[in-house]
């Protein structure tokens, strides 16, 4: 009988030292970062998507991006604005990670000096997401408040 494969915890520190390859977004502002190596994806009507890094940062609505001393802007500003954040992410290198609050934030440092960091604001859970795409894929974000794992596509 064969056994199956055990595939090891995803954990936030896999992100260090990722590039940002690729930045997006979603529906309003939903900020994705796609870390690592890039492959192409197809949307279900086939046509060409966003390519999808190693890794993906999914930050829901609520978001921003700070310097040492300031706030630079985030899911509130302008499309062009956050378009203009978006080119101070991308190419950068992931120096730090980690979570904040009694129901989990996500914080990521860069390598140029600057920071983003969540903030839900609405009932439930914080709507942040880091997909890894080994297979199976896995992803943490927050349920009941409490880091979790889920497995799956």
């Known amino acids: 009988m064969e056994s199956l ?3 090891a915890q995803p954990t936030l520190e896999q992100l260090l030292e ?3 390859s690729h930045v997006w977004f979603g529906d309003y502002s939903a900020l994705y970062l796609e870390l690592g190596q890039l492959t192409e994806r197809l949307r279900k009507d086939g046509t060409l998507g966003n390519p999808e890094g ?3 940062v999914y930050a829901s609505f609520d978001w921003r991006v700070e310097n040492a001393r300031s706030i630079l802007g ?5 499309p062009t604005q956050r378009t ?3 080119q101070r992410l991308l190419g950068s290198t992931v120096t730090s990670v980690g979570l904040f609050g009694r129901i ?5 440092g860069f390598g140029n000096g600057i920071w983003l960091t969540t903030f839900d604001r609405s009932k439930g859970q914080p709507g942040w997401c880091v997909s890894f795409h080994q297979r199976p894929a896995t992803h943490l974000c927050v349920r009941r408040g409490k880091l979790a794992v889920d497995r799956g596509d």
């Open 5 to 7: 494969p055990i595939f």
């Open 18 to 20: 990722q590039t940002v």
């Open 54 to 56: 190693q890794f993906t």
């Open 74 to 78: 985030g899911s509130t500003c302008s």
């Open 84 to 86: 203009s954040l978006a």
């Open 104 to 108: 989990p934030e996500l914080q990521l």
